[in-house]
């Protein structure tokens, strides 16, 4: 799967009044609809536990959809009924959970539903365990925790009652709205931001409705539920217009847009990021030496996940990346001719057609400027990048059986724009598809080694020659931009000096000459300034010393790994998970450091 899915998960009750299913049932199915029409260039994941009551519900709105050939949104959405997926994420093991079921007609049910939903999920727990006490109810809630966490929006069937149940829809919708991390302790600081989430809340009686139930609600009302930070009043994002309703849309709006270049693509070609991917775990030859493909066969859905996302990713961001830099040199020259052409009109030809030539090239970058912003290449660039980088950490990690989240080590400080990379890491931990064949372990580490490890020392090699190559080839040009600067300075003094003995003593001579230091000291000057923007955006000795540090970094790791290989893949699994937090942690600030330079016209 190349694509990244919103994820939509249903909480609610059991004991629904039959006479209020149809009106739940509706609200739900609205929901769903408009979130297929909000993104319509992405597929939308329904993950459900298949309860009765509100569950079941929302499987029987899904599968409304799916089954209706006039749903509206054939003419927006590509994959027509398609589009709509339903996942069943069980809290039990398939013959436990039935246990659970009041009647034989709803047992039926659920074997119904369960063989059309697209894919099922069950734990694997063995039978002594769930006979403890309170095990079922903290499997509800890990199933629970589990559907809020990899959504983007919950929908709960409720009815408003916080009773603080374990595993309850209350207690799901209050760990939505406060924080999914409150419930087991955080994997990552304790001073990161919560992880919440937007909870649409169907208003549902219960057949054993409680007095506190808000009275001015009825069977069917829908209200949008978003977490309320207490500690600010502003909210949290680094966006300060932007509240969690705009924030939770951006965040799908940004998935749409990634899954509409896919398909873009995916137009042209029957299979475009083939060779992206095939650079993640195809065979490679390094030297003499052949090194082996990573057999596909024997990853699960959450390794294909990763390495379909990962070469979509990385196939787009360098589509950016190239026209991004057409964009910068196309504004650069074009200033430059904009800064010239304006001083020759200036000095020494007051012609209006240097004036007009200046104007049109001026224009000409404000325009190729204002392109790249309507294309967001920028953003397209930087974040498909970091996608690419976090999807393959991931990939790797499933590959060492590592059950870590990438998510959990990546800009969890992060609460604007760039959050939607963090949500679209989460998507590849769903249990799409089990194998039973599986990897030698010594295999694994050998895999791991040689497609990621060595791999990614030989990259960061290679740039960080590339780009010290640089630094010294462009910092030659910067001498030359300061000398060039220096020379505009003293050209300046000269006229300056030149103009005051002219007019004060020699009031006959021809001033023509003076126009031209005039002109030669506003083109030293600009070609001075195009060069440090130049150097500014290309930041070519940071980069030398951001590489040089991770090739050493991944050098000195495939030695610890290599001295840990004997004693099996157990041993390595901390080395590849602190490998991976390394990688992250250079991603991050890489992307941070680059957001702060954006592209401008020097003009």
């Given amino acids: 799967m190349d694509m990244i899915p919103v994820v939509i998960g249903i909480v609610g009750h059991r004991d629904i009044p039959e006479d209020d299913e149809e009106k739940i049932t509706i609200a739900i199915e609205k929901k769903l609809r408009d979130i297929m029409q909000e993104c319509p260039s992405s597929p939308i994941y329904l993950l459900t536990a298949l309860a009765e009551g509100a569950d079941r519900l929302a499987v029987r709105a899904a ?126 600081n304790i001073t990161d931001f919560p992880d919440t989430r937007p909870v649409t809340h169907i208003f549902t009686w219960r057949t054993m409705t409680e007095e506190e139930c808000p009275k001015d609600m009825d069977p069917g009302d829908v209200d949008e539920l978003f977490p309320s930070y207490q500690w600010a009043t502003a909210g949290v994002s680094s966006e300060p217009n932007k509240d969690e309703k705009e924030r939770w849309r951006d965040i799908r709006a940004r998935f749409d847009e990634f899954n509409r270049a896919v398909l873009h693509e995916s137009s042209k070609s029957a299979d475009p990021f ?202 030659v040009w910067s001498k030359r931009a300061l000398l060039m600067l220096s020379l505009a300075i003293f050209v300046a003094i000269v006229t300056l000096i030149s103009d005051v003995i002219v007019t004060s003593y020699f009031s006959e001579f021809d001033r023509a000459g003076l126009f031209y230091l005039i002109w030669l000291y506003g083109a030293f000057f600009a070609v001075s300034a195009l060069f440090r923007v130049y150097l500014e955006i290309k930041v070519f000795a940071e980069n030398a ?10 050098e000195y790791s495939e030695h610890l790994i290599s001295e840990q290989e004997a004693n099996g893949l157990e041993s390595c699994k901390p080395l590849f998970i602190e490998v991976g937090k390394q990688a992250l942690a250079e991603n991050s600030d890489w992307l941070l450091f680059h957001r702060q330079r954006p592209v401008y016209v020097p003009i």
């Avoid at 959809?65 to 927006?76: D, E, F, M, P, V």
């Avoid at 030496?289 to 024997?298: F, G, N, Q, S, V």
């Fill in 63 to 188: 599968e409304r959809i799916k089954n209706s050939a006039s749903s509206g949104l054939t003419n927006r959405a590509p994959f027509g009924s398609a589009q709509l997926k339903i996942g069943a994420i069980l809290p039990l093991p398939v013959l436990e959970y039935q246990k659970d079921f009041s009647s034989a007609t709803s047992l039926q049910e659920f074997e119904d539903m369960l063989e059309r939903s697209d894919w099922h999920y069950e734990p694997n727990i063995k039978s002594i365990s769930v006979a403890k006490s309170g095990f079922r109810d903290e499997c509800y809630r890990a199933n629970g925790l589990f559907i809020a966490r990899h959504s983007q929006l919950i929908i709960a069937c409720w009815d408003g009652v916080h009773k603080g149940m374990v595993g309850g829809t209350s207690d799901m919708v209050h760990f939505a709205l406060n924080g999914l991390d409150q419930a087991k302790p955080r994997s990552s």
């Fill in 274 to 475: 083939k060779k992206e991917r095939s650079y993640l775990f195809g065979q490679k030859s390094v030297g003499k030496e052949t090194i082996e493909a990573i057999p596909l066969e024997k990853l699960d859905g959450k390794s294909h996940v990763s390495a379909g996302i990962y070469g979509a990713a990385e196939a787009l961001s360098m589509k950016a990346q190239h026209r991004r830099a057409r964009s910068i040199n196309a504004i650069l020259i074009m200033s430059g001719i904009a800064l010239l052409t304006e001083q020759f009109y200036s000095g020494p030809f007051h012609v209006w057609g240097w004036l007009m030539l200046s104007i049109t090239a001026g224009t000409l970058a404000v325009a190729v400027y204002w392109w790249i912003r309507w294309k967001r290449l920028e953003p397209r660039y930087l974040d498909y990048r970091s996608l690419a980088e976090a999807s393959r950490v991931q990939f790797f990690w499933h590959l060492a059986g590592i059950k870590d989240c990438v998510a959990d080590h990546y800009l969890r400080g992060q609460r604007d724009d760039i959050e939607w990379i963090r949500q679209a890491m989460l998507v590849q931990q769903l249990p799409l598809l089990r194998t039973s064949k599986t990897l030698d372990q010594q295999k694994a580490i050998s895999l791991c080694k040689s497609h990621w490890i060595d791999d990614q020392k030989n990259y960061f090699g290679g740039s960080a020659n590339k780009a010290a190559l640089n630094r010294r080839k462009f910092g």
């Fill in 545 to 554: 010393n951001r590489y040089q540090h991770m090739k050493l970094y991944f």
